[in-house]
């Protein structure tokens, strides 16, 4: 395969200047030693590191954080035209990725990632991702994501590889890559280091399984609306009473799945 072999893609540790375009941040150098890898296999190489270079992700790939790679999909596809899907086995709309070619990709791929880095498929009938998800995948070297397109992944991949099916909502995109990138700002925000203030972590939204509580700022008034007072009593306790008074009210109105699970590890 090695004629086959797309040229090395990575991001991480590069001097911000005010004219950086995205892609300025692969850079092809060695891989970093203690950096958290992020790996991801797709039709659209150039769309990362996208949003994912911005802000406080983009200012740790910078500093090293985490590294970005991308393993081209079109690189290992098959004949002249580098084809990478076929028509489904039974008949059927649509177009399905290869298994021979996906597996070439899926190899090359984990040749070079962390040992213990999940092999992640993004797919609408995955396993819901969600916020425990991304603090145990904060926990791992790495990750290794594959984008699906058109009808999906041939299931021999999926089974060969025993690839983890996540999904990010119960809706179809037309491709994994918005996913993966949702997917690695939840994980990679959680890093040592990344955030500049760690309780923030702590406190917002599926921290302790509620929806945060709402925020303010000053003014302290505005178009007739005031900051409640209790916030701006300097009585931590009373606040702290607020907030999780308000965030347990937040979650039974708009996510009462959320609050019967709450309910449950209280039991």
């Not at 990575?10 to 060695?30: F, N, Q, V, W, Y």
């Not at 393993?71 to 028509?87: C, I, M, S, W, Y």
């Not at 996540?166 to 809706?171: A, R």
Request: charged share 25%; with cysteine; glycine share 10%.
């Amino acid at each position: 395969m090695t004629d086959k072999s797309p040229p090395a893609r990575s991001h991480g540790r590069k001097t911000i200047r005010p004219t950086l375009k995205p892609r300025e941040l692969m850079d092809p150098e060695a891989e970093l030693a203690r950096a958290w890898r992020a790996q991801v296999i797709t039709l659209f190489p150039e769309a990362f590191p996208g949003t994912l270079g911005l802000s406080l992700t983009g200012k740790a790939l910078k500093d090293g954080l985490w590294q970005l790679n991308t393993v081209p999909l079109r690189a290992f596809g098959e004949g002249k035209h580098r084809n990478v899907d076929d028509t489904p086995a039974g008949g059927g709309a649509g177009m399905v990725l290869r298994p021979d070619v996906m597996g070439a990709a899926i190899e090359t791929a984990r040749a070079t990632q962390h040992a213990g880095a999940p092999l992640v498929y993004l797919s609408p009938r995955g396993r819901p991702f969600t916020q425990g998800m991304a603090r145990d995948l904060a926990t791992r070297p790495g990750i290794t994501l594959i984008c699906g397109r058109f009808e999906g992944l041939d299931q021999r991949v999926i089974d060969h590889f025993n690839i983890a099916e996540v999904s990010i909502g119960d809706y179809v995109l037309t491709g994994g890559e918005i996913a993966a990138q949702v997917m690695l700002d939840a994980i990679v925000r959680l890093l040592p280091g990344v955030l500049g203030n760690a309780e923030s972590a702590e406190e917002e939204s599926f921290s302790d399984g509620l929806l945060e509580h709402p925020q303010y700022t000053r003014p302290a008034e505005w178009q007739g609306r005031a900051i409640p007072p209790v916030l701006l009593s300097g009585n931590h306790g009373a606040v702290e009473t607020w907030r999780r008074a308000e965030s347990e009210k937040l979650t039974q109105e708009r996510r009462p799945d959320l609050w019967q699970a709450h309910l449950g590890t209280e039991d």
